[in-house]
C-alpha cells in the first residue's frame, strides 16, 4: 500500500504525520525542536518540492509512505489521487490522507515565515511550537490511518 500525507506546504504537519507512522517520532510524549528537526523534510522545502511525491520510507508491513505539498487544493487532492488510483484499478493500494484539519494558527504563521519569506530563525520557533500543540492531534491521525490501511489488508487478501 501506498500511505500519502499531505498538507499546504508539505513541510510541517504531513512530515510529521509520516515521521509517526514510520516510528521516527515518539508518540507517547511530545518531541523536542530538535527532534522535529532531525525529521527528514521538516521546515525544509522550496517551491520545487509542491505537488512533488517525496519518498519518507517504509513500515513494518512495507506500506510506502510519503509527503506532498498541495498548496491550496484541500481535500481535492485527496479525491484527485483515490481518483486516479481507482482508474488504475489500485483504489485499495494507495491512501490519501490530509493532515490539514490539524495545522493550527502557529503553524500557517511560522510556516508561513519560514519557508515562504525565508526568515527561519523567526518562523522554525513558531511552527515547532505549534507542532508540538498539533502533536497528539497528529498521533491520533496516524493511529486511524494505520487502522485504515489494516482494513485495507483485509479488503485485499
Not at 64 to 74: D, E, F, M, N, R
Not at 89 to 101: E, F, K, S
Amino acid at each position: 500500500m501506498h500511505i500519502i500525507y499531505h498538507c499546504f506546504g508539505g513541510a510541517h504537519s504531513s512530515v510529521t504525520a509520516a515521521a509517526l507512522h514510520l516510528g521516527l517520532l515518539p508518540k507517547d510524549r511530545l518531541p523536542t525542536l530538535e527532534e522535529l528537526m532531525a525529521v527528514p523534510y521538516f521546515d525544509n522545502t522550496d517551491n520545487s518540492d509542491f505537488g512533488s511525491i517525496r519518498f519518507m520510507g517504509l513500515d513494518e508491513y512495507k506500506n510506502a509512505v510519503y509527503v506532498l505539498g498541495k498548496k491550496s487544493l484541500g481535500d481535492r487532492f485527496t479525491n484527485i489521487i483515490h481518483g486516479t488510483a481507482e482508474m488504475l484499478g489500485a483504489r485499495h493500494q494507495v491512501l490519501a490522507v490530509n493532515t490539514m484539519p490539524n495545522v493550527n494558527w502557529l503553524m500557517k504563521i511560522g510556516g508561513f515565515i519560514s519557508r515562504r519569506i525565508g526568515m527561519v530563525f523567526l518562523g522554525r520557533p513558531l511552527v515547532g511550537v505549534g507542532t508540538r500543540k498539533a502533536f497528539f492531534a497528529l498521533v491520533n491521525l496516524v493511529e486511524i490511518t494505520r487502522l485504515q490501511t489494516m482494513d485495507r489488508r483485509q479488503v485485499d487478501s
